[in-house]
């Protein structure tokens, strides 16, 4: 089945360093997605790259996507402590029905 | 800024009762999503609803759970007869028709069966 998988799991940096954070997948996509979750909240759409794209970015955040490793990885620049959450990739399902399917997740800590 | 708004916040009940999570869906959209996160886990897929009919729907949603447009403005989750194992929050989505893949999300409902 199609699935986004994270890693690593867990993340502890220190603020102002780079967060690196990887995706993979097994199926063909249109594209994918990262979101952000504070701990206990909703789901925020952070970034979306389609599939014919290999570099996107918006704000402090760099998405690549290699469609030939079937990978995405999202990058944090000069983290902040208020990035501190988790982040999930997510891609659509095969049918045209809007299905994301997440991954597992990183969690990331920013220590101030 | 639109939004997704849902209710309750956090919904306790008792194993056996029903319970309905209410969701606004962003007043544009037209398709909507329900997806579930027990706690430590990742986001799943629960079902998605176009005019008024199911969409998809994946192998959690089973006979206990049903959707539901009762007007033009809210869009429900129904759980007929809780287990405990359905605790967890519950998210619901929305998209416009021609970006499915760009949903937003509502701040979710804790639903903690007892």
């Known amino acids: 089945s199609q699935q986004g998988e994270e890693d690593p799991q867990a993340l502890s940096i220190q603020e102002g360093e780079n967060a690196t954070m990887n995706c993979s997948y097994k199926?063909?996509?249109?594209?994918l997605q990262w979101y952000r979750q504070n701990s206990g909240r909703g789901l925020v759409h952070l970034i979306l790259?389609?599939?014919?794209?290999r570099e996107k970015h918006s704000g402090r955040l760099r998405v690549t996507l290699d469609t030939s490793k079937k990978s995405s990885s999202l990058l944090i620049t000069a983290s902040r402590a208020a990035d501190t959450a988790s982040y999930f990739c997510?891609?659509?399902?095969?049918?045209?029905?809007?299905?994301?399917?997440f991954g597992q997740g990183t969690t990331l800590q920013v220590k101030p | 800024e639109p939004e997704v708004t849902q209710t309750p916040s956090h919904q306790v009940t008792q194993m056996g009762q029903e319970v309905i999570l209410r969701c606004v869906p962003i007043?544009?959209?037209?398709?909507f999503y329900w997806y579930r996160q027990i706690l430590g886990q990742k986001v799943e897929f629960l079902v998605s609803?176009?005019?008024?009919?199911?969409?998809?729907k994946s192998e959690i949603f089973d006979d206990q759970f049903s959707v539901e447009r009762p007007d033009g403005s809210n869009f429900t989750l129904k759980i007929r007869s809780t287990k405990l194992e359905d605790s967890a929050m519950y998210f619901c989505?929305?998209?416009?028709?021609?970006?499915?893949?760009?949903?937003?999300f509502g701040p979710g409902t804790r639903l903690t069966v007892l």
């Open positions: 007043s544009n959209h037209l398709y």
């Open positions: 997510a891609t659509v399902g095969s049918s045209n029905t809007g299905k994301l399917i």
């Open positions: 790259i389609r599939s014919n794209e």
């Open positions: 609803f176009y005019n008024n009919e199911i969409s998809e």
């Open positions: 199926t063909s996509i249109n594209n």
């Open positions: 989505a929305s998209s416009t028709l021609d970006r499915l893949n760009e949903q937003f």
